[in-house]
C-alpha cells in the first residue's frame, strides 16, 4: 500500500544570534503515494530543512515552528510519541540525509552498523537483512563483502553516499528520502546509481522524495517537481508539463541554466543575482521579485499566495494569478 505525505503550514526557524531564519516558511504540500518527488532550489532554499522536519528531525538551533506532517499509517510526524517515531524513522521512512558521509559510526564495520540498525528496529532475520544489505551494494556497483567488513575511513567519499543509500533502502521503507544523495560521485556513476534508485522504487511501490540541485536529475528520474525558492514554494506539478510549460519565472530560470546540447550547441545561461537575504525575507513582496524580469507592481507590496493552477499544479506568481 503506497504512502502519501500530507504537509500543513510547516514552518520551520533557526535562532541565530542575528535573528531567526524562516527556512520553511509556511509550507502545504501534498506527496503523491508511489511516486518520485523531486524538490529542487538553489543553495539555501530549505530543502535539507524541510527533509529534516518530515522526519520531526530539525537539528538545533533549527525549531518546528507550526505544521502537520501527516503520513498514511503513521499520523502525523510531529505529535506521534517519541517511540512511534524512532521506529517510523528507518522502519516506514529511510532517508539519507545531507553530507550522510558523516552520519557513519566511525569505530564500527559497515556491516555491525546494519546489524544495529535491524536491531534497534527488532528485525528477527537479520541473515536475510544482511542478504538485503549486500544484495543493494552489489546492485549499486560495490564489493558488497569487502564495503560490509570496512570501517567508513576506509571507503571513498562516493562508495559512502553508496552505502548511505543502502541504509535508506536496507529495512523495506515504504517512504525514502534522499537528500542529494550522490554529489560526491562522477557523472556516469552518479546516473548508474540513481538509475537503480528508480529501479528500486518501482519494483517496490515506494513513494520517493529526492533533493537535488540539478533540474536534468529531476528531468530523468521525477514524476512531480516541487520548486522551493527562500523557504517557500515557488511552483509544483508533474515533471513533463512543469520543464514544458514551467509557470514561475524562478522554474523558468532554472530550466534555462540546465546545460544541454541539441543538434547545435545552445548555451545553459545561470540565473543572475542571488537568493533571498535575512532582510527580504520579511520585507513584504514576492521573494523573487528583486531577480525577476517579469516583475510589475503588485510583486512589490503582496506575497503571492501559492495557488491551484490546475490539477495538481501550483504556483505562487502574481503574473500567473492575477492581471493588470
Ligand atoms: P543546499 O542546497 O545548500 O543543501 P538547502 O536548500 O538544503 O541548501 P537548507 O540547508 O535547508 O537549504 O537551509 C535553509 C536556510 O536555513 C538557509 O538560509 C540556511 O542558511 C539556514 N540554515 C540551515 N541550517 C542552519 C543552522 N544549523 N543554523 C542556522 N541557519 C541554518
Ligand atoms: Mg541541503
Known amino acids: 500500500q503506497p504512502v502519501g505525505i500530507s504537509i500543513r503550514n510547516l514552518k520551520v526557524v533557526y535562532h541565530t544570534g542575528q535573528g531567526d531564519i524562516p527556512a520553511v516558511n509556511g509550507i502545504n504540500l501534498d506527496i503523491p503515494a508511489g511516486q518520485i518527488t523531486g524538490i529542487i532550489g538553489e543553495s539555501g532554499s530549505g ?6 522536519a518530515l522526519m520531526n528531525a530539525v537539528p538545533h538551533p533549527g525549531q518546528i515552528v507550526s505544521g502537520s506532517v501527516v503520513v498514511d499509517g503513521i499520523g502525523d510526524m510531529l505529535k ?3 517511540e512511534s517515531r524512532r521506529q517510523a524513522r528507518g522502519r516506514h521512512i529511510g532517508f539519507v540525509f545531507q553530507a550522510a558521509q558523516n552520519s ?3 569505530l564500527r564495520r559497515i ?5 544495529d540498525l535491524g ?3 527488532n528485525v528477527k532475520d537479520l541473515r536475510a537483512l544482511i542478504r538485503r544489505a549486500k544484495d543493494l551494494l552489489t546492485r549499486m556497483g560495490l564489493n558488497a563483502d569487502r564495503v560490509l567488513t570496512s570501517y567508513q575511513h576506509e571507503l571513498s567519499g562516493g562508495m559512502r553516499q553508496r552505502v548511505g543509500i543502502m541504509f535508506a533502502l536496507v529495512l523495506d521503507a515504504q517512504v525514502v528520502i534522499l537528500d542529494e544523495p550522490t554529489t560526491a560521485l562522477d557523472m556516469i556513476s552518479q546516473a548508474a546509481v540513481l538509475q537503480i534508485v528508480r529501479q528500486i522504487h518501482v519494483e517496490r511501490g515506494l513513494t520517493t522524495i529526492l533533493i537535488t540541485h540539478d533540474m536534468g536529475v529531476v528531468a530523468d528520474l521525477a514524476d512531480n517537481v516541487v520548486v522551493m525558492y527562500g523557504g517557500e514554494l515557488a511552483e509544483a506539478g508533474p515533471t513533463e508539463q512543469v520543464l514544458a510549460h514551467p509557470a514561475h519565472p524562478y522554474t523558468q530560470g532554472l530550466i534555462r541554466a540546465i546545460p544541454r546540447i541539441t543538434g ?3 548555451q545553459a545561461v545561470a540565473l543572475p543575482g542571488s537568493p533571498p537575504d535575512a532582510v527580504t525575507f520579511f520585507q513584504p513582496g514576492c521573494l523573487f521579485a528583486a531577480r525577476c524580469p517579469l516583475r510589475f507592481a503588485p510583486c512589490e507590496l503582496t506575497r503571492p499566495v501559492y495557488e491551484r493552477l490546475g490539477p495538481s ?3 505562487a506568481c502574481f503574473r500567473v494569478t492575477q492581471h493588470d
Open 264 to 266: 547545435e550547441l545552445e
Open 104 to 106: 557513519l559510526n566511525p
Open 47 to 52: 530543502k535539507s530543512t524541510l527533509a529534516m
Open 111 to 115: 556491516g555491525h552498523q546494519v546489524l
Open 119 to 121: 536491531r534497534s528496529h
Open 313 to 315: 499544479r501550483h504556483v
Open 80 to 82: 506521534i510519541d517519541k
